[in-house]
């Protein structure tokens, strides 16, 4: 079974800094998708970045960038410049190419303060 | 934002009671899928659609149904309400699936 691992249940950072985010992973697979989703008070979830495995480049969608190391298993998301709108519960989730079912972290709780 | 709407947003209900969650999407999406969201668990799958009338299991089912007639609703029946399912359930839909929009979230509690 996959798994996916937030170890950071909380994270607070003045505005204006730099924060990285991590979450690593468990499977087997080769071909497969890794998310990142924000859920801000609102409790709307929100699709922040997508990567591809099969892709060597990191993605990269404005402020938010990944560091993404296939060997290691590892996904961690940087957020630049940090915003006080950026503050929300971050989700590291995963999904096997061709599997429909997504797996997702505990989530780590991000606050970003003015 | 994709034309996902869940109704209703907030229940509370009696355990042994049955209770029915719907979830409309007007993007005429393939997928549609139920999710749980508990505190320590992030947001796991209860079932999901790939098409009308094709369900299938994830993670949580049990205690779980699930039915889509239509390919703009899928409904999730918890047939006898439980404490263990007080919860936040959230509908999600997509066309290709590795990209999922979700719902605004119902806010379920059985007393």
């Not at chain 1, 003045?14 to 985010?21: G, H, K, P, S």
């Not at chain 1, 060597?56 to 998301?77: C, I, M, Y």
Request: some cysteine; aromatic content about 12%.
């Amino acid at each position: 079974a996959q798994t996916v691992t937030q170890s950071q249940p909380e994270m607070s950072v003045q505005e204006a800094e730099t924060v990285t985010l991590s979450c690593t992973y468990d499977t087997s697979e080769s071909n497969y998708y890794l998310f990142w989703y924000k859920q801000p008070p609102s409790r709307q979830m929100i699709l922040v970045i997508r990567q591809e495995a099969y892709k060597q480049q990191n993605a990269t969608e404005n402020r938010f960038s990944v560091n993404f190391q296939k060997a290691a298993k590892s996904f961690s998301l940087k957020i630049s410049d940090s915003q006080l709108g950026d503050t929300a519960m971050y989700f590291c989730a995963f999904m096997i190419q061709g599997a429909q079912k997504l797996v997702f972290g505990q989530g780590t709780r991000l606050t970003i303060n003015p | 934002d994709a034309g996902i709407t869940q109704s209703p947003r907030h229940k509370v209900t009696e355990t042994g009671t049955p209770v029915t969650l719907r979830c409309h999407q007007t993007e005429n999406h393939r997928y549609m899928y139920w999710y749980r969201q508990d505190p320590g668990h992030g947001l796991r799958l209860i079932h999901y659609s790939y098409g009308v009338k094709d369900t299938d299991k994830g993670e949580v089912s049990d205690g779980y149904s699930v039915s889509r007639s239509k390919t703009e609703d899928f409904l999730l029946t918890l047939e006898s309400a439980t404490s263990s399912q007080t919860s936040v359930y959230f509908c999600a839909i997509s066309e290709w699936a590795y990209e999922q929009y979700f719902g605004p979230g119902t806010r379920l509690t059985v007393t």
